[in-house]
T-cell receptor
Framework: GQQLNQSPQSMFIQEGEDVSMNCTSSSIFNTWLWYKQEPGEGPVLLIALYKAGELTSNGRLTAQFGITRKDSFLNISASIPSDVGIYFCAGLAPGAGSYQLTFGKGTKLSVIP | EAGVAQSPRYKIIEKRQSVAFWCNPISGHATLYWYQQILGQGPKLLIQFQNNGVVDDSQLPKDRFSAERLKGVDSTLKIQPAKLEDSAVYLC??????????????FGPGTRLTVT
């Protein structure tokens, strides 16, 4: 099946620093999405990207849909303690019966106050 | 707006026992998904419903897992009999169902299953 390679696996940063994480695949995706998951909760959608080359911001978060449609990155500027969590990239592509969302393994972000 | 509801939040069973999870999606959401999330991994789709019909169950281990959404609203996922490797968080998600926003899924808090 389709696989997403997400890196880094984990990050420890100081409060106020910028963060960058990315996701690559050997397959093409129609849509790239970034989710955040906190302990004991389900993933929450942060940003959705629908066109190759698209650059979208949501507050301090910025994400881009790669031109090749096989990669995406997420940047967080001026990190704060509440940014702590696991960030997942996800790609939407045709599946067995409909469009299917495939998730990466996540980037665990820790912010040191 | 109420979010996706799931119950129970936690369940511990012995291997070979049966277990069932319940999900109530966001009102008006036509598409419902069940995911399995093993510790340290991203969620993996098990089954997708559009209203009360199955759209994709290609990754559902059908020898032991079953799911239904009889009235096109809430859904149950059952495991019978459970194996040790079924220990995971089972997440339910829903979306409006329009093709363009199938990726915009809203997740419930999940049910953490431990099989001993």
């Amino acid at each position: 099946g389709q696989q997403l390679n997400q890196s880094p696996q984990s990050m420890f940063i100081q409060e106020g620093e910028d963060v960058s994480m990315n996701c690559t695949s050997s397959s093409i995706f129609n849509t790239w999405l970034w989710y955040k998951q906190e302990p004991g909760e389900g993933p929450v959608l942060l940003i959705a990207l629908y066109k190759a080359g698209e650059l979208t911001s949501n507050g301090r978060l910025t994400a881009q849909f790669g031109i090749t449609r096989k990669d995406s990155f997420l940047n967080i500027s001026a990190s704060i303690p509440s940014d702590v969590g696991i960030y997942f990239c996800a790609g939407l592509a045709p599946g067995a019966g409909s469009y299917q969302l495939t998730f990466g393994k996540g980037t665990k972000l820790s912010v040191i106050p | 707006e109420a979010g996706v509801a799931q119950s129970p939040r936690y369940k511990i069973i012995e291997k070979r026992q049966s277990v069932a999870f319940w999900c109530n999606p966001i009102s008006g959401h036509a598409t419902l998904y069940w995911y399995q999330q093993i510790l340290g991994q991203g969620p993996k789709l098990l089954i997708q419903f559009q209203n009360n019909g199955v759209v994709d169950d290609s990754q559902l281990p059908k020898d032991r897992f079953s799911a239904e959404r009889l009235k096109g609203v809430d859904s149950t996922l059952k495991i019978q009999p459970a194996k040790l490797e079924d220990s995971a968080v089972y997440l339910c998600a829903s979306s409006l169902g329009a093709l363009v926003d199938l990726g915009e899924q809203y997740f419930g808090p999940g049910t953490r299953l431990t099989v001993t």
